[in-house]
């Protein structure tokens, strides 16, 4: 069974940083390509990064470009997002996903090309 399952969330002050982490279990997270998104209340939920089954391939939203970095560990089959320089305007709920399309090598921001969420886990940036 394919799952998801996110962590590493929490409240941090602005300027601070947090590590979040997408498990993979029922599948070997280097044949796909995996993407975080937010959801903050009131908002849809947007495309923040994305790593593709293809090496070398990511995306990064302008938002977020320069202080987020997206990676993949093989060994724990496990997709890392490093937030740093986090602002207020960062907090929301945070998901993973994974591509529908299996064959499709490059990344999008748009949730309908991803599917097998996972619940998602809360980061608060205030102080």
Not at 13 to 19: A, D, M, T, Y
Not at 72 to 86: C, E, F, I, R
Not at 95 to 100: D, E, K, L, N, Q
């Amino acid at each position: 069974q394919v799952q998801l399952v996110e962590s590493g969330g929490g409240l941090v002050q602005p300027g601070g940083s947090l590590r979040l982490s997408c498990a993979a279990s029922g599948f070997t997270l280097d044949y796909y390509t995996i993407g975080w998104f937010r959801q903050a209340p009131g908002k849809e939920r947007e495309g923040v990064s994305c790593i593709s089954s293809r090496a070398g391939i990511t995306y990064y939203s302008d938002s977020v470009k320069g202080r987020f970095a997206i990676s993949k560990n093989h060994a724990d089959n496990t997709v890392y997002l490093q937030m740093n320089s986090l602002k207020p305007e960062d907090t929301a709920v945070y998901y993973c996903a994974i591509m529908r399309n299996r064959a499709r090598t490059t990344c999008s921001d748009r949730p309908a090309d991803f599917g097998s969420w996972g619940q998602g886990t809360q980061v608060t940036v205030s102080s």
